[in-house]
């Protein structure tokens, strides 16, 4: 299938005046550009060898990282598909709800005010790994690392 698209591109290309280096170098990018979304999108999809009990955690330890809390005052409380709904209160009484989608190996997050959820934090790249009860969370702004924390969540 993709021999088949690769030389139809190039047929097409070539039709419309382009040489076969010009053709070649457009379908070059072409196809690095749909592999990245492609990418995108898979690391997106629920994580088939994570449990939701495991992607709760994720969500916890997300959230943690991001506000510099506890995961343990953290907790899940709804799920649909993909989506986590987590809740704490900070030591000065002020509730806190955000929500995660967790894919497989990143997530993203908003937060949840008066019950409306906010616009999803595109701009932060948030990686994850778990292994038993430990989950590992890097977040990077751009390329920029602005936290790396590794918690124990039961």
Do not use: H
Not at 63 to 81: E, H, K, T, W, Y
Not at 121 to 141: A, H, K, L, Y
């Amino acid at each position: 299938m993709k021999r088949l698209l690769a030389f139809s591109t190039l047929a097409f290309l070539a039709a419309c005046g382009e040489t076969d280096q010009d053709a070649r170098e457009n379908l070059t990018q072409s196809t690095r550009e749909a592999n990245a979304v492609v990418k995108e999108a898979r690391a997106l999809l629920p994580p088939a060898d994570l449990s939701a009990a495991d992607r709760g955690r994720v969500c916890r330890a997300i959230i943690a990282s991001l506000n510099g809390r506890d995961p343990a005052i953290i907790n899940v409380i709804s799920s649909d598909g993909d989506l986590y709904r987590v809740r704490y209160t900070r030591d000065d009484g002020t509730v806190w709800t955000n929500e995660c989608r967790v894919g497989n190996g990143t997530a993203e997050w908003r937060i949840v005010e008066n019950g409306q959820p906010g616009r999803w934090r595109t701009e932060d790249t948030i990686r994850f790994t778990v292994s038993g009860s430990t989950v590992s969370v890097q977040t990077f702004m751009g390329a920029d690392p602005m936290t790396s924390d590794t918690y124990e969540i039961e």
